[in-house]
């Protein structure tokens, strides 16, 4: 997942090679990535950018039942505090390292308020579909709140692979915003992940 372009399609991949056997795996930074995207809106969207932020510490498990979707489970943590700028396209100008620093802290304190809620959570209640396409819903709290989510997803080449779409606001969030609303980040965010599962088989 090299760019914003590749990583935007979890689903690239060769779906016809189900190859990810039944068990238990651990998942993390050292299986996969784990990304958000965000893109712009206002009047003053051309002088922003789309950013392509990555979780450097999270947590979860896999129990993967290739056969009977409805035996799967996933839980996943993911530590509010650990997201990193990594990519900002479109804008006037080129995002700076000071641009990044200040959109962490922002992202830090006042949007995600990761001194009072530290986690980022979730926990499929139900898991359908085929390995080929598989649709997991589940609650996702933020910032406090709990909220059903919606996740699509494939298998394919040992890893999993897939996309949820947030809206901000249905948790409480107000999106960012600058320069007296002029510029700010659309409501709805993508988080997209892959996954290696070939480690951790229990």
């Known amino acids: 997942?090299?760019?914003?372009?590749?990583?935007?399609?979890?689903?690239?991949?060769?779906?016809?090679?189900?190859?990810?056997?039944?068990?238990?795996?651990?998942?993390?930074?050292?299986?996969?990535?784990?990304?958000?995207?965000?893109?712009?809106?206002?009047?003053?969207?051309?002088?922003?950018?789309?950013?392509?932020?990555?979780?450097?510490?999270?947590?979860?498990?896999?129990?993967v039942e290739p056969d009977d979707p409805a035996a799967c489970r996933v839980t996943v943590e993911a530590e509010a505090?650990?997201?990193?700028?990594?990519?900002?396209?479109?804008?006037?100008?080129?995002?700076?390292?000071?641009?990044r620093v200040e959109i962490e802290k922002n992202m830090r304190d006042k949007v995600l308020k990761a001194d009072q809620h530290p986690l980022i959570t979730f926990r499929s209640t139900r898991v359908e579909g085929d390995p080929g396409a598989f649709r997991v819903e589940g609650e996702l709290t933020?910032?406090?709140?709990?909220?059903?989510?919606?996740?699509?997803?494939?298998?394919?080449?040992?890893?999993?692979?897939?996309r949820a779409i947030v809206t901000q606001s249905g948790?409480?969030?107000?999106?960012?915003?600058?320069?007296?609303?002029?510029l700010k980040l659309r409501d709805e965010v993508e988080i997209i992940f892959e996954v290696r599962l070939g480690e951790g088989r229990g």
């Open 142 to 162: 933020i910032v406090g709140v709990t909220r059903p989510a919606v996740v699509d997803g494939a298998l394919a080449d040992g890893r999993a692979r897939g």
């Open 171 to 182: 948790w409480g969030i107000r999106p960012y915003s600058a320069f007296f609303g002029a």
């Open 1 to 63: 997942m090299s760019s914003r372009a590749d990583i935007s399609d979890p689903f690239r991949g060769n779906a016809h090679e189900m190859d990810v056997e039944a068990g238990t795996y651990a998942l993390g930074p050292r299986s996969g990535r784990l990304l958000v995207l965000t893109g712009r809106a206002g009047l003053g969207a051309k002088a922003g950018h789309d950013l392509t932020i990555e979780v450097t510490r999270w947590r979860g498990e896999a129990v």
């Open 81 to 99: 505090a650990s997201m990193r700028v990594r990519e900002g396209t479109g804008g006037v100008k080129p995002l700076t390292d000071s641009d």
